[in-house]
């Protein structure tokens, strides 16, 4: 007892901050979900402030496996500064905004998994299977006491006919998550200073059930190839995202299981499947260009060509490099890219449809000094690529980023403009 104790005490004394965070962003949601139930407006900033709370939670954690104990306060301040600009930049009433903040969360955590070794020779792959197991053991705990406490309060609801009110169920649920668990996960990570081998249990499924799997895959692909190749077709417009999937998945493995060289069988796996991966990265590259040559980028096209610039660096890494901790550095960086600056997703899919609509008004001598000149002599397939980007931003961006439309231009404006109805 004392020295589960003492291993709480520490937690709180290293990771007080993160902690603190997690709970003032698991009490403010408890009240967003009364609020909700009574049929309140939410203050957007409340929304604002919960998505803050959190990745201040997280990037303070990351920075606290980073830095000495005595220069914390720095590193806090640093941590204070990020969640500033999280709740200035990013609009949560925008689907993107979303998306890149769930991606800045992400990418934050994978730091977790590789500063303790940034100045050191040891590689990380065991640390972070240990922390995705203490993760997936914090998990399992969750389910289970909340699974037991909802049994619990359900019987008392029926036994004793006390109305229990369906948002309850919900804070306790929330305030288990965010309150308690992040203390349990954090107690349960090794140090990162222990090696250790693999359990034989994880051993025997990647060797006689991961492995054989992903081989098993790899030759359907292969057959899939070579079909093509003797028919002369192109590539299922499918093609792509199944080799997406098959090719992370296929890094993942290889990352936790380069150094795990018990065996003939596993050691060829890794030093051959490396060079098995280039045939169906290429094949992905040639799908995936063809579909942007047609449509152009939208923003999961652009993640599909970060998968594959990803697992490339990836390869690269693990045949050249022979430490995988920059695996999950490269990863981070690349999603860093993407939702940051001029080559951010948002930017670059603009860019493209931008193009893509200017390209067909002026091969019908539709577009005259950057003004729209409308046509009734418009092709079906022409009217239909028009309308389709039309609608694409007004989707996801908003019509005024076509710098080419005229000034509060709506779709119900496409036969002033552009000459036909749709």
């Excluded at 407006?41 to 709370?53: C, S, Y």
């Excluded at 600009?85 to 769930?102: A, K, P, R």
């Amino acid at each position: 007892m004392s020295e589960i104790k003492k291993n709480l005490v520490n937690i709180l004394n290293k990771y007080y901050v993160s902690i603190l965070l997690f709970i003032l962003a698991t009490i403010q949601l408890m009240v967003v979900i009364k609020y909700d139930y009574d049929g309140l407006v939410v203050d957007e900033r409340i929304i604002k402030l919960i998505m803050t709370f959190i990745y201040g939670a997280i990037t303070s954690m990351v920075i606290r496996n980073m830095i000495d104990k005595k220069l914390s306060y720095i590193w806090y301040l640093v941590t204070l500064f990020l969640m500033l600009v999280v709740y200035v930049e990013f609009d949560f009433n925008d689907s993107f905004q979303g998306l890149s903040y769930l991606i800045t969360c992400f990418l934050t955590a994978l730091l977790f998994l590789v500063v303790p070794f940034r100045k050191r020779d040891e590689d990380s792959e065991y640390y972070s299977y240990r922390v995705i197991m203490s993760l997936v053991i914090t998990g399992i705990c969750y389910s289970l006491l909340i699974l037991g406490i909802f049994l619990i309060m359900g019987s008392i609801s029926i036994l004793f006919e006390i109305k229990i009110q369906e948002y309850i169920y919900i804070q306790i649920a929330l305030f288990i998550l965010g309150c308690l668990m992040p203390t349990l996960f954090l107690s349960i990570i090794p140090s990162s200073d222990e090696r250790k081998e693999y359990p034989s249990l994880i051993k025997i499924i990647v060797m006689y059930l991961i492995l054989p799997m992903l081989s098993i895959y790899t030759v359907v692909l292969y057959a899939y190839f070579i079909k093509i190749l003797v028919e002369f077709q192109i590539p299922s417009n499918m093609l792509g995202n199944l080799v997406i999937y098959y090719s992370l998945i296929s890094i993942f493995v290889l990352y936790f299981i380069h150094k795990m060289k018990d065996n003939k069988w596993v050691t060829n796996f890794i030093n051959i499947y490396p060079f098995v991966l280039i045939i169906p990265m290429l094949m992905m590259l040639i799908s995936f260009v063809i579909r942007i040559g047609e449509y152009g980028f939208t923003v999961a096209r652009y993640y599909a060509l970060i998968c594959f610039v990803f697992v490339s660096i990836s390869i690269l890494i693990i045949k050249l490099k022979k430490k995988v901790k920059y695996i999950p550095v490269t990863l981070s960086i690349l999603l860093l890219i993407s939702i940051f600056g001029p080559l951010s997703a948002t930017n670059i899919s603009k860019i493209s449809q931008e193009h893509r609509l200017k390209k067909v008004l002026e091969a019908n001598h539709m577009l005259v000094d950057d003004s729209i000149v409308k046509s009734d002599h418009l092709s079906d397939e022409d009217k239909r690529k028009i309308y389709d980007i039309l609608i694409y931003f007004d989707n996801y961006y908003d019509l005024d980023d076509i710098s080419i439309l005229p000034d509060d231009f709506e779709l119900e404006d496409v036969e002033e403009v552009f000459g036909f109805n749709n």
